[in-house]
């Protein structure tokens, strides 16, 4: 790229947001006044705003050395939309600040700009807003997202009943296989720069760490089979944290079978040839992007033909506690293994 | 602090939220649901939802050196309901969003806090939600404001018509004469500590500076008297940059009279303490959140007697130009000076 560079002062601060915003059209008729003035507006006549929050800093949340911008750009909205649709709500809008140090040019900010917009259209989003500023070192983004739902359809932490079944979507674990994969080729070529990375055969988890996607099917599913999950959640920090959530938050216990756990046999795969526990990855590896959520035992049937949801366990009484029954049929507590920006 | 200092890495990342947010209880009965899970519920019945998001960072807006963290955290509200009321709304709700290094304790977050909490009270806004994380160096902020207006009311950028009063609420300036009144103080200090600095009589520059307001007041003044503006904004780069984007937006020209420029007879001794001209200051300093807005002329007799509003001049056809009148009877091109963010 060093050929075709065009050093963002070029352009200012409005300049750059024209040149970022110039080819994006407004997707939803409820989005009545866009990118371009100081604040957008929205109309909501009879529905339930949605609307969530986060910050993702280079060398905390994302390394630059291995995610492209524009797959970067692809995460920052689906990690956003993916809250929304653990709300079971539809994502309508989102706002997109960044800021960044002058390593960055046009030309790489338009990549990442490439990636945020392909996930505005695959999740049928507005970008309706958002800053640009410099920063002292490294890239930060920060993405607000709005949707909405039919009053009262809105799923919280916190409601989940005793004897109610908890569900994941997809597969666990991929993400932090990726992440661990990444690490090691990094740590190899910044040993010897001449080895290439070895990512054969590993498309699968890498994928589930640099471009994850938001299970809006699932909460069609739910619409067109008339369900509404009585707790739901996204896994961002892993199962074992989020399960913990649910349950502290609905003053209840929970029992989860290992020999339920989704793993992705490219994951289960991956882990052996680390020496990892695949169980150990799907229980506490971040990032997966999947919704854990619990139904009552009357909607068990009109799950189980989805092959896109695992049962994994069901909700107990508080004092029975949080609880990890193994294969060979042992009980562990539960604890929370999940990622933690603070203690990194 | 030495000696009251509690490490955040003590609270994880879910304890700082809750310690956080834990004395904050929500103001408007349309909150339905907020801090606490996936995403916040705001109900929007017949109304509009307007949305804006602002960052601040670290060494490019702010520096920690003056600018106390209580008036850090008041001020980035202050900014983001400042862009609600320039599109004519009332703010309802915001984000926030922190990213921070280890050099900062639960005290100094409690004292951001703090700031953030008064200007939430004050503008009647609810915290609704936020992502607090790591950063490699510095102090990040992204706030994301939410506000509603009545269905059409709102004032856009570009819709001001020929023969249009120009008019801006207080005075200008200040923001910026103290910004350079504490960028020499800091210059004093770093070349000898053991100066203090010598702010006696500049409360008002350094409060325009370090703790600015938003107008919800003018807003209050337009509905009670059945003003809609033509067009608006918030000056946050300086009124030359401001009154350019309306002309340009409106495809219009201007003309500007300096003698009509509202200046504190404090700024106005600073500047010349400096050695700088008043009227520069007025035009070119960011900062103020005041609001610039064009009304129709027969509005002129409901504005005339507001001592807050001062009328600076009218809207003109585009191949007129963006003129400046001086005192002299002189006519100069208006160009922006603002504050760029990537020329610095």
């Known amino acids: 790229m060093e050929n075709n560079r065009t050093e963002i ?23 009545i006044l866009s990118v371009g ?54 994502p309508t809008q989102i706002t997109m600040s960044i800021a960044f ?50 009053p009262d359809k809105f799923v919280k932490r916190s409601t989940a009943q005793k004897g109610d079944l908890i569900c994941v979507s997809g597969d666990l674990g991929g993400a932090f296989l990726g992440l661990t994969l990444m690490e090691r080729e990094k740590k190899i070529y910044i040993e010897n720069p001449k080895i290439q990375p ?5 498309d699968y988890i890498v994928g589930r760490l640099l471009k994850p996607e938001a299970r809006k099917d699932i909460i069609e599913f739910f ?5 509404v999950p009585t707790s739901m959640m996204d896994i961002s920090d892993g199962l074992s944290s989020e399960v913990l959530h649910i349950s502290k938050q609905s003053n209840l216990g929970c029992k989860i079978y290992e020999d339920k756990l989704p793993i992705h046999n490219d994951a289960r795969q991956a882990a052996f040839k680390f020496g990892l526990d695949p169980t150990v990855c799907a229980l506490n590896g971040g990032e997966d992007y999947e919704l854990i959520f619990t139904l009552k035992q009357e909607d068990h049937d009109k799950i189980v033909l989805n092959e896109e949801i695992s049962l994994v366990g069901y909700m107990t009484d ?16 539960i604890t929370a293994q999940g990622w933690n920006a603070f203690n990194k």
């Open 9 to 31: 002062s070029t352009l200012g601060e409005f300049g750059l947001i024209d040149h970022l915003t110039k080819n994006f059209e407004t997707q939803n008729v409820s989005t």
């Open 37 to 90: 003035d100081d604040a957008a507006v929205i109309d909501h006549f009879g529905k339930q705003t949605v609307i969530t929050t986060d910050l993702l800093v280079e060398g905390i949340h994302f390394d630059l050395m291995y995610a492209p911008l524009k797959h970067l750009g692809y995460k920052s909205v689906v990690v956003n939309v993916s809250d929304i649709y653990a709300m079971n709500a539809t």
């Open 101 to 150: 140090s002058n390593r960055f040019s046009v030309e790489a900010l338009d990549e990442f700009y490439e990636g945020v917009y392909a996930a505005c259209e695959k999740y049928g989003v507005d970008l309706v807003g958002g800053d640009t500023s410099s920063s002292q070192k490294g890239f930060i983004i920060s993405v607000t997202a709005i949707g909405e739902v039919a």
């Open 198 to 202: 070895d990512l054969e055969g590993e």
């Open 223 to 227: 619409e067109k089979n008339d369900i």
């Open 318 to 333: 508080a004092e029975d506690g949080y609880k990890f029954i193994s294969k060979g049929g042992n009980t562990f507590d």
